[in-house]
């Protein structure tokens, strides 16, 4: 508890205590008085001391205490201090008024601390491992029927800021380690293929370094569980998200149960050690994929479309986790054969079946045929009779082959170049040149083979369990292991059983093989046009996703620990999963629209991940960290709980069935540089973002309620319907408005009554960030806790006063901070509009006074 007054006159004002608190009601309560000299707390030293218990509060006559204030060694008594207890709801002759009014200037603020751990009611050891540093203030504010509210805020840093970055960096370079030995396992390959290998496995390497020095920097890294906005421009700490924190606002009123509002507060992910200079991921992209064309004829390679690589990268991704699982489950199935057990071999014998024809299905894909023809051709010696260097190439009919969709360049070696007046000629997408050796039906039936193997294995299995069935019918008391040794006078069933199951793991071996050598040429392929420039993007890309996890991750975390005992939440959890819905308030001028192209491909990314619940070993901290696997195609973060909380999950859970997050983004510029844009720039790329997520967030909304009742939702006082909000969120989206900040409340009003995820950001999750929150909040306890409308500026003003005793919040001198400032005036440098635009020299005055002013400010 904290206190104000002099030695004379002491009052403190009071502290909450959580619902369970008779269970504390013997713990003694240690209160420390402090003498402060000249309003420093820094020079502060302790008056005296004394103790109590609730018990002995709530048991005296008048439920007050008056307690002797000793000395350190208790020798002396230097003074007393009474200590009352004050009824929720209760006013007493205006007293209240008058010291809430001496204490903080009529602001609110009736208890502070930093003690570095979540209150105990959140969830304990699994909250306490995640979130850290906690700072937590509590307020009173009057109800319009005159009763009192208490308000608890509660910020904290997340160790996820750190952990998830550097798992990300280290699955990066595991994943280019791994694409280099696959490109080492295409084999031999023609002169200009192989210098074109060697040059993409010698940039992968680069990556690999620049990568593992990020890495060897961050694991040095001791102090906050967060990143400063300060340090944004630094290269090492590029793929730690800025001031990642968790604000929960927790409420107690006389008349309704306890409720929280969580929001997590982050810089905007973007890559800002890169610069903005010819934009964001998003406008980078678009320009790479138009010149990548261009740059495989230079490179005399093949074009694959994006959605090809794309492909190829799933079906490697695919063929990669089916090898070993249906090698593992033929081996399981062969065990419960030779231990005789029927339930073993139906079991796994479903298990491979629905594996291996995922298998088979992904292996149909004309992809990976086409691929497979064109690594053919690029075998050392391969001689084309379709064209030659120096004739453009003849277009070589064959009906029987399904048309490709890309573009094959000159397909020669790198010591016989064209002449300089003549560029290379690519062929049609039909036109890849078949080698009179090369059968195009083989890996038809390569493939099928893998299909035909299954087939035998299980017209084995059922032919013995069939067999089974006829004996235990005819002779009760004949069990599995005599119909395998008497009912097969030819051979013994294992042996039959253990050759067909051995020719299906070489089929998948070799199917396997060869998939992934022909997927690997096409990543070749595209490695090779993009040149460094696409590399550079994939860093970019890197960069920004990494933010964006750490983000989401502990949103997702504290979102769950908060829905445990829900059981309407984890039923929506398993059958559909969480939307997530970032807030931005970035502008779209200057270098901020290059931050917003970053995150909206960053946040887009976040569709490839998915979560799982998993049980913890033991309740210790590093047991309880989220953990990050996978490759860039698809992620899974892992969520240990402890084994009591595990056990109240529901079975879906409990099995680690994989829980989807929908990302949605939502901007909306509102500082005096979005001011500018509106008037003399452009706004499309807002507009595209804001319609292209709501018809996410429609198509979730939809998914929801096939799926989920709306029993399970959270009940608001305000009874407005998600479909009502839905069509007035849509109705905003395509409106034109200048600085339409209906757009965030209605999308942050529609993300809580779905029990999604709240992300609020800026470009350093500072000024803006802070005055979004700080109204949504005092905006919630007005329309679901009746806020006195005489408190509303009140509550705000005493919020917002708290923002500017913490040091990282009053750096007013960053660029981003404008006219939201609080006690700040505006800045004065844009003249009245109107005035300008009555003479065009004015308006080009302005312009370059304005510019001068910016780039001072900047330096």
């Known amino acids: 508890m904290e206190g104000k007054g002099t030695r004379d006159s002491l009052f403190f004002s009071g502290a909450s205590f959580p619902p369970d608190w008779l269970v504390y009601s ?22 005296g001391s004394t103790s109590f218990s609730l018990a002995n509060l709530l048991q005296s006559k008048d439920q007050q205490l008056s307690l002797n204030l000793k000395t350190t060694d208790d020798s002396s008594t230097v003074g007393t201090v009474v200590v009352s207890k004050v009824k929720m709801g209760e006013i007493e002759d205006g007293e209240v008024d008058h010291i809430t009014a001496d204490l903080h200037q009529k602001c609110t603020l009736v208890y502070e601390s930093s003690h570095g751990k979540m209150n105990d009611i959140d969830n304990g050891p699994m909250m306490n491992a995640v979130f850290k540093n906690a700072v937590c203030k509590v307020y009173r504010f009057q109800t319009v029927d005159s009763k009192w509210m208490l308000v608890r805020e509660q910020m904290a840093e997340c160790t996820l800021s750190f952990s998830i970055p550097k798992q990300l960096i280290t699955l990066y370079i595991k994943e280019d380690t791994c694409r280099i030995q696959e490109l080492n396992d295409l084999g031999e390959l023609s002169p200009h293929w192989d210098n074109l290998r060697k040059e993409v496995i010698f940039r992968y390497d680069q990556i690999i370094k620049e990568y593992q020095d990020t ?80 740059c495989s004829t230079a490179y005399q390679c093949i074009y694959y479309p994006p959605d090809q690589t794309a492909r190829a990268r799933i079906i490697l991704s695919l063929v990669s986790q089916l090898q070993p699982l249906i090698t593992g489950l033929a081996e399981q199935l062969l065990q419960a054969a030779q231990q005789q057990s029927r339930e073993g071999l139906k079991d796994t014998l479903k298990s491979l079946e629905e594996k291996t024809k995922q298998f088979v299905h992904t292996l149909k894909d004309e992809l990976v045929k086409s691929a497979l023809l064109a690594l053919h051709a690029a075998r050392p010696g391969y001689v084309s009779k379709s064209f030659s260097p120096s004739s453009p190439p003849e277009v070589e009919s064959n009906p029987s082959v399904t048309t490709k969709p890309y573009t094959v360049c000159n397909n020669v070696d790198s010591s ?12 049609r997408s039909d036109s890849i040149p078949h080698h009179k050796e090369y059968d195009e039906e083989e890996w038809d039936r390569v493939w099928a083979s893998v299909a035909k193997s299954l087939n035998c294995v299980i017209a084995m299995v059922e032919k013995l369990q069939e067999q089974d069935n006829n004996n235990q019918d005819s002779t009760p008391g004949h069990a599995l292991a005599d119909v395998i040794t008497s009912h097969n006078p030819v051979a013994d069933w294992c042996e039959q059983l253990g050759i067909l199951v ?70 929506q959890l398993h059958a559909v999963g969480l939307v997530a819905q970032f807030e931005s308030l970035l502008s779209t001028y200057s270098e901020e629209i ?67 997050v929908f990302p949605v983004l939502f901007n909306v510029g509102i500082n005096e540089q979005q001011t500018i844009a509106e008037r003399f720039g452009d706004i499309s790329l807002q507009e595209r973002i804001n319609q292209k997520n709501f018809e996410i967030l429609e198509g979730y909304y939809k998914s929801l309620t096939n799926a989920v009742p709306s029993e399970c939702l959270p009940c608001f006082q305000t009874q407005t319907d998600i479909k009502g909000l839905l069509d007035t969120l849509g109705q905003n989206v395509v409106t034109k408005k200048r600085k339409n900040v209906e757009i965030l409340w209605l999308a942050g009003m529609i993300c809580r009554r779905m029990n999604g995820i ?65 006690n700040k005036p505006a800045s004065r440098h844009f003249y009245p509009i109107a005035l300008l635009l009555v003479s065009s020299h004015l308006l080009v005055v302005w312009l370059i006074l304005s510019l001068v002013f910016l780039l001072a400010k900047y330096q």
């Open 758 to 822: 709240r992300f609020t950001s800026c470009k350093s999750a500072k000024d803006r960030t802070a005055m979004s929150v700080t109204l949504e909040q005092c905006s919630l306890l007005r329309d679901e806790h009746q806020l006195n409308k005489d408190y509303f500026v009140r509550a705000l003003d005493c919020m917002r006063s708290g923002l500017l005793a913490q040091g990282e919040v009053t750096q007013w001198d960053d660029p981003e901070t404008g006219s939201q400032a609080i």
């Open 215 to 294: 890495l060897t920097e961050l694991k040095k890294l001791t102090g906050p569980s967060f990143k400063p906005s300060c340090s944004k421009g630094q290269k090492y700490l590029e793929f730690i998200p800025i001031n990642l924190h968790t604000q929960r606002m927790t409420v107690t009123c006389p008349r309704k149960t306890d409720s929280f509002y969580d929001v997590v507060t982050v810089g905007a992910p973007a890559a800002h050690s890169q610069g903005f200079k010819n934009g964001g991921l998003q406008r980078l992209l678009s320009k790479y994929e138009s010149e990548k064309k261009s």
């Open 594 to 660: 290059g931050m917003l192209e970053d995150m909206e491909v960053g946040i887009s990314d976040l569709h490839r991940v998915t979560f799982k619940i998993t049980e913890a070993t033991s309740e210790e901290p590093v047991n309880l960290q989220p953990t990050v696997s996978g490759r860039r195609d698809h992620y899974t973060v892992e969520v240990p709980l402890p084994h009591q909380a595990f056990q109240t999950l529901p079975d879906e859970l409990r099995e680690g069935k994989p829980l989807r």
């Open 26 to 47: 013997e713990t003694l309560i240690k209160l420390n008085v402090y003498d402060v000299k000249d309003g420093c707390q820094q020079t502060s030293s302790l008056f």
């Open 502 to 571: 051995q020719s299906l793991k070489e089929c998948v071996a070799e199917v396997s093989e060869r998939a992934c050598r022909s997927m690997s040429f096409v990543l070749l392929q595209e490695a090779a046009c993009s040149s460094v420039q696409g590399l550079q993007l994939q860093q970019r890309r890197d960069t920004v996703f990494s933010q964006a996890l750490a983000a989401l991750a502990c949103g997702f975390v504290m979102r769950l620990y908060a829905g445990l005992e829900d059981k309407g939440f984890l039923r």
């Open 416 to 427: 016989q170049t064209p002449p300089k007046d003549r560029k290379p000629s690519p062929l």
